[in-house]
């Protein structure tokens, strides 16, 4: 589960493997035939996956604010009702890679918070709030708990939302704990930066507060980031995993579909990964930190 206290907590014995909508590459993203052919897969913790918010006030999984892209719909989720949704065909525009559309007509469809929980009562999840309306993330919190979700740092389900609006206003009505918004990320990486000015990189200490390096005690428990953003270098290497590290942050970097970058950021000790390709990463996993072994390269 995620945790928020110290380094020594919050680190798994293996980075997560996080199957990014699920295993989104070879079965249509963010269906029940996704999570399922995902959770199916040794190896998997966490399934990656987005809401937005119905016309008629149900979450439901999925990552555009329209249909267009991967059903045979068209038009806004938020003004649509669950029923509209649902007899849309959401495996319509899943194209396999020798061109055909597999999954056209079989019966997927868009899946609601409601259904897909408690169908997974084990697995992890970690949800992104796309939607935009602003009663949303207030919903979210009262959704998941009336699903039965711990509320607190044991909790199975993380939270996530590029709006540092939204995010905050989750954060106002839960105790699930969450990841940093767009603009904490910037907050947290010029805060870095001007630290990394005045220190020696090579050597980051075992521990130091938040306080001393971003000037305060800050609300989510990871940096859910990308490797580059266009030509910028987010991550700038071990010493920045091991500085979040220190603050008892998690590093958990997406989306990476290609082994060798896989390994790279294994080695520079990140603590997870969202892929599309859940398959390969666990291969790499196993690779790198075989099972019932102690740490492995990138580990303290």
């Known amino acids: 589960m995620w945790r928020?206290?110290?380094?020594?907590?919050?680190?798994?014995?293996?980075?997560?493997?996080?199957?990014?909508?699920?295993?989104?590459?070879?079965?249509?993203?963010?269906?029940?035939?996704?999570?399922?052919?995902?959770?199916?897969?040794?190896?998997?913790?966490?399934?990656?996956?987005?809401?937005?918010?119905?016309?008629?006030?149900?979450?439901?999984f999925f990552h555009d604010p329209v249909v267009d892209r991967t059903t045979n719909g068209r038009g806004k989720i938020k003004d649509k009702t669950i029923v509209e949704l649902k007899?849309?065909?959401?495996?319509?525009?899943?194209?396999?890679?020798?061109?055909?559309?597999?999954?056209?007509?079989?019966?997927?469809?868009?899946?609601?918070?409601d259904e897909i929980l408690p169908a997974f009562p084990d697995q992890r999840f970690n949800i992104d709030i796309k939607a935009r309306d602003t009663r949303a993330p207030a919903l979210l919190a009262r959704k998941l708990e009336a699903l039965g979700i711990e509320n607190g740092p044991g909790s199975r389900v993380l939270v996530a939302s590029f709006s540092r609006g939204m995010i905050s206003r989750f954060r106002a009505e839960s105790r699930v704990p969450t990841s940093a918004s767009t603009r904490e990320f910037l907050h947290y990486?010029?805060?870095?930066?001007?630290?990394?000015?005045?220190?020696?990189?090579?050597?980051?200490?075992?521990?130091?507060?938040?306080?001393?390096?971003?000037?305060?005690?800050?609300p989510y428990v990871a940096l859910q980031i990308p490797e580059k953003l266009s030509f910028i270098q987010v991550i700038g290497g071990k010493w920045f995993v091991d500085l979040a590290h220190a603050m008892g942050l998690a590093v958990e970097v997406w989306t990476i579909n290609e082994p060798d970058r896989m390994r790279k950021l294994l080695g520079w000790g990140v603590d997870g990964i969202f892929s599309d390709t859940p398959g390969t990463l666990v291969s790499v996993m196993n690779e790198?930190?075989?099972?019932?072994?102690?740490?492995?390269?990138g580990s303290r």
């Open 4 to 60: 928020s206290s110290n380094l020594r907590v919050i680190r798994n014995p293996r980075p997560l493997v996080m199957a990014h909508r699920g295993n989104s590459a070879d079965v249509p993203e963010n269906t029940r035939e996704a999570f399922e052919d995902a959770a199916k897969l040794e190896g998997v913790d966490v399934i990656e996956t987005d809401v937005h918010l119905t016309r008629d006030g149900h979450f439901v």
């Open 87 to 113: 007899a849309l065909d959401a495996g319509y525009k899943h194209a396999a890679v020798d061109g055909t559309f597999p999954y056209r007509g079989k019966g997927l469809t868009i899946q609601s918070i």
């Open 189 to 218: 990486l010029w805060r870095v930066k001007k630290w990394a000015r005045h220190h020696d990189i090579a050597r980051v200490p075992e521990q130091v507060s938040q306080e001393e390096v971003l000037g305060e005690k800050v």
């Open 288 to 297: 790198l930190y075989p099972r019932n072994v102690g740490d492995a390269p």
